[in-house]
């Protein structure tokens, strides 16, 4: 591409941004969690293992508040599992029966207990998936060199770039394409030097993103010819 510079963000730039809202997503999914651990619980699953179900060979048990949540019920139900069940020393039918319902119990305790962690993986792994989706999209149109139109940069914003520019590490300027009084935002990446107004840049179109159009722009090159 001749001089016609692309660097889009770093994956772990991004990752820096988007982390206070995907820990926002944790915080909001850990009321979910208490709320399916105290149905399952009141269905018969997940409850604390007595102390006396597999004695002698039982770990003590640990005393819960009925109004704990679901982070602290389950260490006390692993903090109450019974030995035998974890050496896979039972010594009867009985025993082995216990043992695999509380086996049984513990993965659906454990799979419950990771839904904030599934939640907060999801927003940000799945923002990253999506930034790294759209900047391959404009890296394909730089590369082709087939610009949507041509425009002088008319006012620059900077750090006011909107959210959109915010999270996928954006500056956006005001452009007015050649020739005509369309005026659109022009997003780069912030690792570019904010272009100078009536500095010409090539704008490509990066479709829908967030519900609205949005362009993407580099300096002009002379030998960037618009479609």
């Given at each position: ?63 819960v ?5 679901h ?14 069940c ?12 216990r ?45 082709q ?63 829908k ?14 030998h960037?010819?618009?479609?």
């Amino acid at each position: 591409m001749g001089n016609s510079r692309f660097n889009p963000p770093s994956r772990s730039r991004i990752a820096v941004r988007v982390f206070p809202l995907a820990t926002f997503v944790f915080v909001l999914a850990m009321p979910v969690m208490d709320s399916v651990s105290r149905q399952l619980e009141a269905e018969g699953l997940g409850r604390v293992p007595s102390a006396v179900s597999l004695a002698p060979d039982a770990a003590p048990v640990v005393v819960v508040s009925p109004d704990a949540g679901h982070f602290e019920r389950t260490q006390a139900f692993f903090q109450s599992f019974p030995q035998v069940c974890l050496k896979g020393t039972e010594v009867n039918d009985l025993q082995r029966e216990r043992c695999q319902g509380l086996w049984s119990k513990a993965w659906i305790m454990a799979g419950v207990a990771s839904l904030p962690f599934l939640a907060f993986f999801l927003m940000l792994g799945g923002f990253l998936q999506y930034a790294g989706a759209f900047y391959g999209r404009v890296r394909r149109q730089v590369r082709q060199g087939q610009p949507t139109f041509s425009g002088r940069v008319s006012r620059r914003e900077g750090l006011d770039r909107g959210l959109f520019g915010y999270f996928l590490g954006m500056n956006r300027v005001a452009v007015e394409a050649v020739g005509q009084r369309k005026q659109v935002w022009v997003y780069l990446p912030e690792s570019e030097p904010l272009p100078l107004p009536g500095q010409t840049l090539s704008v490509f179109d990066a479709g829908k993103a967030w519900g609205k159009s949005r362009f993407f722009g580099v300096l002009y090159a002379p030998h960037l010819a618009v479609h």
